[in-house]
């Protein structure tokens, strides 16, 4: 059977095969264009999983300034969900440094898929009465509040008087936008 048939009927044959190939450095024998494919597969991957842990770090960092008190915050679990965020951003840049390359731009796109996220958490929160507001997407930051510094920085939170004060000032070049 060729590779590239082996390919379509079994991936994971297909991966151990061609990494014996490549070990016995037997190139001509492999299936160079799904290899590229899966190799370029490799690396969206690394890139869709920086985007993924960026929101729901900045997910969370939402929900500690717009729906707890100082005080709610580890009750809710969040502190703990948002260190854990960092640490894991952390350890996925210093695998992949060459991500950082585009980590303001990842992040911007990340933020702009949670506001949804944070009003509908809201509103399951206020009819289930563990908070008695809402908030609405006006009221979230339009783009990004923080910079990359500020995401990747443990114990470093802001209220949502903070937040809404920074964007009312005109955007620095260290905030993203």
Request: charged share 35%; aromatic share 8%; glycine share 4%.
């Amino acid at each position: 059977m060729t590779m590239q048939k082996l390919y379509d009927r079994d991936f994971y044959a297909w991966s151990r095969e061609t990494a014996q190939l490549l070990r016995q450095r037997r190139f001509g024998e492999l299936d160079l264009e799904n290899l590229i494919e899966e190799v370029e597969a490799l690396a969206r991957r690394e890139r869709r999983e920086l985007k993924n842990r960026l929101g729901i770090l900045m997910q969370h960092l939402l929900y500690i300034a717009y729906l707890t008190r100082p005080s709610q915050r580890e009750w809710w679990g969040w502190d703990d969900a948002v260190r854990e965020r960092r640490r894991e951003l952390a350890l996925l840049l210093e695998d992949n440094p060459s991500l950082k390359q585009r980590l303001d731009e990842t992040a911007v796109k990340a933020y702009s898929g949670i506001r949804d996220l944070v009003v509908d958490k809201s509103r399951k929160m206020c009819r289930e009465r563990d908070i008695d507001w809402t908030v609405d997407n006006d009221d979230l930051p339009q783009r990004c509040p923080w910079t990359i510094g500020e995401l990747l920085t443990q114990g470093l939170y802001f209220t949502h008087a903070e937040l809404a004060r920074r964007m009312d000032l005109p955007p620095s070049e260290a905030r993203l936008h």
